[in-house]
């Protein structure tokens, strides 16, 4: 059996999503910057899809930058912050994605900008406290970076909270939001943000594409110099079968929103009681309360064993796909920098399991009883 429980990596795309792209591929081949019918057919096909996207989140078709993905939005919007908007101090987590943590790191080398950051606590949770005491102690213009949910251990951040802040104190607000676009809803007319960010893959779209939102009191200018597309902000021939794949991933992602939050929550829910019935020392990394939890992932610390590193290794030869935050891995030697800088002992055996609308119970029944056959082979320390 295989089973696909990695779904904070990427998931699979829905086949209306295919089909929807091929038919671009099919028919519309024009570059969108040539003005003969052909090119403005293709121009069509991505202010469409922009007009649908603002749509979905309340703002306007303008505020919707197309982007490569994650990773290029949320470089873009904090470029913008410290080039465009005049922001000379950034304060953020260590816990943010690689995307945020290295975007950070490089422009307070070239930029002499001042990084705070702000404490956190065992679950990864913001300490809203100590944030304000932060914004309220400066008179320079601020950027806040913070995700709305952490991809390795899914906790949430209030955005309305942090937003009521960054105002009161004038500050900018980005948000990275790509674990959480198109699996919560947003109204941007309600929420008073700065930016959000968008990876197409990370809800059944395809990969390479994404968005920034960037609210129209702000300006970006691009990172990628070329032509004049995307209103100027960002150079180069669109990526037109992505945008049109990624507004069908949108459209599909809210039809039935509330319906997949349930039957998700529901997948994970089941795979926490039946860890807690399976191991005595199960420990979950971050918090599993629904309403300060991501509800399509769940971070476990199953029972330590000498052979940590083993078990995903087991899990893929038994045709199970998960990731690991501990040593070896995620591919280094110190494991995941969120697990870490929660104070989670890495050397343990620590597995993210993601869900999608696309898991089954039977997927979640076959790892639990996998995990029984794999700790019953190999020695559990404190078992022993
Ligand atoms: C929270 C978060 N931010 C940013 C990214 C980067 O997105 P992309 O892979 O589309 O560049 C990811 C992808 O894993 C993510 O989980």
Known sequence: ???????????????????????????????????????????????????????????????????????????????????????????????????????????????????????????????????????????????????????????????????????????????????TMGHYCFDLQALDIDFITCAAHKFHGPKGVGFLYCNSKNKVAPLIHGGSQERGRRGGTENVYGIVGLEKAMQLAYQHLSHHQQYIQGLKDSMITQLRHLFEHVKFNGTIDPHESLYTVLNVQLPPTQQASMILFTLDLKGIAVSGGSACSAGSNEGSHVLQGIGVDTQQPNVRFSFSRHTTQQEIDYTIEQLSEIYQKIPALVEN
């Open 1 to 179: 059996m295989q089973v696909y429980l990695d779904n904070a990596a990427t998931t699979p795309m829905d086949t209306q999503v295919i089909e929807a792209m091929h038919q671009v591929m099919k028919h519309t081949f024009g570059n969108p910057s040539s003005t003969h019918a052909i090119g403005r057919q293709a121009k069509s096909l991505i202010e469409t899809a922009r007009r649908t996207i603002a749509q979905l989140l309340n703002c306007k078709a303008s505020e919707i930058v197309f982007t490569s993905g994650g990773t290029e939005a949320d470089n873009m919007a904090i470029h913008a912050s410290v080039h465009q908007m005049g922001a000379m101090r950034i304060i953020t987590t260590p816990l943010e994605h690689h995307a945020v943590v290295h975007s950070v790191k490089a422009i307070e080398k070239h930029q002499n900008i001042q990084v705070d950051i702000v404490k956190t606590n065992e679950k990864g949770q913001v300490d809203l406290i100590d944030l304000e005491q932060l914004l309220s102690h400066t008179q320079q213009k601020t950027l806040v970076s913070l995700m709305h949910a952490n991809n390795e251990i899914g906790t949430l951040l209030s955005l309305e909270q942090v937003s009521e802040l960054c105002r009161k104190y004038n500050a900018l607000f980005h948000s990275d939001t790509v674990q």
